[in-house]
């Protein structure tokens, strides 16, 4: 048994280290004494460096992981092939969504924009009102166009 089992042992036995890491550690030697009764050296020092692997920093035995499976050169091709192609569409996509909300934007403003001008024409009947129902020829042109953006604008927002 190598020093630092030793010393361990001999502190759990006399109860100056008493932790569960201690105890898993001595029964894991029990075993190992057990399993390889009259081994060699190379024997133990390959069960010392295997528990010395397994009992990390916090105590815990780690079960050893299962190896991975190997990875050919078609598989890595194969897996960037279908990278590049995804990485292809999500860039298509980013294209159009830019393009969406470009026509979304002009939407907006131009949505606000008609709402002022049918804002301000309401706010020009109001104040020339009496101007046009005097029929004043002075004001004629005005109301004819404040009719025509009324008619042209007001359908263009209704319809849609």
Same mark, same amino acid.
């Given at each position: 048994?190598?020093?630092?089992?030793?010393?361990?042992?001999?502190?759990?036995?006399?109860?100056?280290?008493?932790?569960?890491?201690?105890?898993?550690?001595?029964?894991?030697?029990?075993?190992?004494?057990?399993?390889?009764?009259?081994?060699?050296?190379?024997?133990?020092?390959?069960?010392?460096?295997?528990?010395?692997?397994?009992?990390?920093?916090?105590?815990?035995?780690?079960?050893?992981?299962?190896?991975?499976? &190997?990875?050919? +050169? /078609?598989?890595?091709? !194969?897996?960037?092939?279908?990278?590049?192609?995804?990485? =292809? @569409? $999500?860039?298509?996509?980013?294209?159009?969504?830019?393009?969406?909300?470009?026509?979304?934007?002009?939407?907006?403003?131009?949505?606000?924009?008609?709402?002022?001008?049918?804002?301000?024409? &309401?706010?020009? +009947? /109001?104040?020339?009102? !009496?101007?046009?129902?005097?029929?004043?020829?002075?004001? =004629? @042109? $005005?109301?004819?166009?404040?009719?025509?953006?009324?008619?042209?604008?007001?359908?263009?927002?209704?319809?849609?």
């Amino acid at each position: 048994m190598s020093d630092f089992l030793e010393n361990l042992k001999n502190a759990a036995d006399n109860g100056t280290f008493n932790s569960e890491a201690a105890k898993k550690i001595l029964e894991i030697n029990e075993l190992a004494d057990k399993k390889l009764g009259a081994g060699t050296p190379a024997d133990l020092e390959k069960l010392q460096e295997s528990l010395d692997k397994r009992v990390e920093g916090n105590g815990e035995i780690k079960e050893p992981k299962e190896q991975a499976a &190997a990875i050919t +050169k /078609e598989d890595v091709e !194969e897996l960037n092939s279908r990278y590049e192609l995804k990485m =292809a @569409d $999500l860039k298509k996509q980013d294209a159009v969504n830019i393009q969406v909300a470009t026509l979304i934007e002009f939407d907006d403003i131009i949505t606000a924009t008609v709402g002022d001008l049918l804002s301000f024409t &309401a706010d020009l +009947k /109001e104040k020339f009102g !009496e101007e046009f129902e005097k029929k004043n020829p002075m004001f =004629a @042109d $005005l109301l004819g166009k404040i009719n025509e953006m009324n008619m042209k604008y007001n359908n263009s927002i209704i319809n849609n």
